[in-house]
């Protein structure tokens, strides 16, 4: 069974952290990544940065450009990756764009994310018709859980479709915004957890974009499954580097 | 061969929406409507009108005597330069003005590099009274003070893009996340044949009465409907994608697209995407672009700030790899020598994008009784710091 749906099935709130390969340092990866697994976090998403993520807000738009210019790559995240199953055992997801996994080579791409132990991709630009038409093959083929954006504005019938394709879970965007935008949740917030809540998906939810302290990740998560936190964790990163995980997981559960 | 775009918005491997969630709902609204919006009569009307009353069409079709002389074969200009705004880019902004308002909406978007998009949106929304904001990255303002003056005359307000290398890709790249988060009452106006589908398409349909007049036009002078070549120059391609449109499907007609080869095609400092491109995904389309070998995308460069888009539209990349097109790439020393030429041969100071395709003369002979249409598709007003600095004037 794939970690992700191991996890997905303990009966708990998952805290999940998206970090930029290559940010702040070019070889902090591992690191951070121990780090994350030692201070209990659940799940972890691993940025491949892109020079133009039209998703992301500015913490993480800039994270991916000081990445790239500290040198990270789709091989040398590979690289850094390759004994990461010998030290942790935390469910990964690797976070990128289209475009350098096409230029890698899709299937070789999902090959070598099996081969490392990499349990699902998030990419927020890969449409789920393409993927369910061209690449949902492929990424079964080597057991990889891809997982899907739906925001405020996604129609029922579409959400149900989405659910349909999906073997991980749905990831919930939590209002209409790129990355990082809002520090508090509102009355429409709450309003589309409950509905998507009362559509009774068979993939669990979690929530993420604008989740930065406790306040919002216990909103977050009293509908769902869990929440992803990105750009606060950026900005921890910005300011102590790997160190200090602890304190920052202290401070959201 | 078909050069329509299917309803998934591919032309042959190229075009599609490769777009995060959170644009598909306005994304797609756009897709399901834009046809009925300008298949509507009163939209059409209004269309016409204000493409005869306010932007001065038809624009001639200037047989260039002089010119043709020099290069010995028949040469045609399309003056889209004479617009008002002056250039091609105002045939796309007008259509899209008048599909936003149908869709209801009361704020618009535009990403500009050089500032003529830029202009030509700030121009519509002035017209229509509605709220424009431009994204420019925040090293083309400094390059472009001129065209920020007139947005900003224009009522509109002029953002820098500061992401990035701070350039058109990066304005691009703001105008794409203001949209995701202004979902409801803003319309994109995307200004080349470029981003996900609908909008090749519709900026192709849009700028297409460029090919449709030349039709007419031509028929009027020589007799018969289609020249022997028609070119443009091409940075995403929307004055190549209307200047060639009505001519796709007629085989004996050929197509000529001229690129930046910047300081040369493999100088490390160009534009010619379709050598160097490879293909991949680029605000929301899978087409031709400049990369790394990682999938990073790269600046280009080229003289002309309306060319140095590191992508070209999917219609150009399906018409590239179908041998439909003929490429050429123009260095910015041929295409200013190109400009200069035209200036003295016939009184028409051309944009530096236009020169590009003025210069094609260099790569390919002509025969004496060849007609060539080349789109003339700006003037060289907003180029003349350029001009001055290139020729010492």
């Not at chain 1, 990499?118 to 990424?139: K, R, S």
């Not at chain 2, 491997?13 to 995060?20: K, L, N, S, V």
């Not at chain 2, 200004?191 to 449709?212: C, K, L, N």
């Amino acid at each position: 069974m794939n970690r992700i749906n191991q996890k997905l099935a303990e009966d708990k709130k998952l805290l999940s952290l998206y970090f930029t390969a290559g940010y702040p340092s070019l070889h902090d990866t591992v690191e951070i990544i121990q780090n994350l697994e030692q201070h209990g976090v659940d799940m972890i998403e691993i940025g491949l940065p892109f020079s133009d993520p039209l998703a992301d807000g500015p913490t993480i738009q800039e994270s991916s450009t000081i990445a790239l210019k500290n040198g990270m790559t789709t091989h040398l995240l590979f690289e850094q990756l390759k004994d990461i199953r010998k030290s942790v055992n935390i469910p990964l997801i690797i976070m990128g764009y289209f475009n350098p996994m096409m230029q890698y080579g899709v299937e070789a791409f999902c090959a070598k994310c099996q081969e490392i132990g990499i349990d699902g991709l998030i990419i927020p630009d890969l449409p789920v018709a393409e993927y369910h038409e061209h690449y949902q093959e492929i990424f079964e083929k080597y057991g990889l859980i891809n997982v899907f954006l739906i925001t405020p504005q996604t129609s029922n019938e579409r959400i149900r479709f989405i659910d349909s394709v999906s073997n991980g879970f749905i990831y919930m965007v939590s209002s209409a915004s790129t990355t990082g935008a809002k520090s508090t949740f509102g009355d429409t917030q709450q309003h589309y957890f409950e509905r998507i809540e009362a559509l009774q998906l068979k993939n669990p939810q979690i929530v993420g974009f604008g989740i930065s302290n406790k306040d919002t990740f216990t909103q977050a998560t009293k509908n769902t499954n869990g929440a992803i936190i990105g750009s606060a964790f950026i900005k921890h990163l910005t300011q102590n580097g790997p160190k200090g995980i602890g304190d920052f997981v202290k401070n959201i559960r | 061969m078909n050069y329509q775009a299917n309803e998934k918005g591919y032309y042959g491997d190229f075009g599609g929406a490769y777009i995060p969630e959170m644009l598909y709902p306005n994304v797609e609204e756009l897709r399901s409507k834009y046809l009925d919006i300008m298949n509507e009569p009163s939209f059409k009307e209004e269309f016409d009108q204000l493409l005869r009353d306010y932007v001065g069409r038809p624009s001639p079709l200037y047989y260039a005597k002089r010119l043709s002389k020099k290069h010995n074969t028949k040469v045609y200009l399309k003056r889209e330069d004479l617009n008002h705004t002056g250039a091609h880019k105002v045939n796309n902004t007008i259509g899209q003005i008048l599909v936003a308002k149908r869709l209801g909406k009361n704020r618009i978007i535009a990403e500009t590099g050089a500032g003529q998009h830029g202009v030509a949106t700030a121009t519509v929304c002035a017209l229509m009274g509605i709220k424009c904001i431009v994204y420019m990255g925040e090293i083309d303002i400094k390059r472009q003070a001129p065209n920020v003056a007139r947005m900003k005359m224009l009522g509109a307000e002029v953002r820098a893009a500061k992401s990035g290398s701070k350039t058109l890709k990066d304005a691009t790249n703001e105008a794409i996340r203001d949209w995701i988060n202004n979902p409801v009452d803003t319309h994109y106006i995307i200004g080349s044949a470029i981003g996900p589908h609908p909008y090749p398409d519709m900026v192709t349909r849009f700028q297409s009465i460029i090919s449709e007049e030349i039709k007419w036009q031509l028929k009027e002078k020589e007799g018969r409907e289609n020249p022997d070549y028609v070119v443009a120059c091409i940075g995403g391609g929307s004055n190549a994608a209307g200047t060639y449109y009505h001519f796709l499907e007629e085989p004996k007609v050929g197509i000529i697209a001229v690129e930046a080869a910047g300081k040369g095609v493999h100088s490390g400092e160009s534009a010619a995407t379709s050598q160097l491109g490879k293909e991949g995904i680029i605000h929301g389309c899978k087409t031709l672009l400049m990369q790394t070998t990682d999938g990073q995308i790269t600046e280009p460069y080229s003289i002309s700030a309306g060319l140095d888009y590191p992508g070209v539209g999917p219609l150009h990349a399906h018409l590239y790899k179908t041998n439909r097109g003929e490429f050429y790439s123009v260095t910015d020393e041929d295409a200013m020598a190109a400009g200069l030429e035209l200036s003295q041969l016939e009184g028409i100071i051309p944009a530096i994008e236009s020169s590009h395709a003025l210069a094609i003369f260099n790569d390919k002979k002509f025969a004496p009784d060849d007609i060539v249409v080349i789109s003339l598709s700006g003037r060289g007003d907003k180029d003349l710091d350029t001009y001055i600095d290139y020729f010492k004037l």
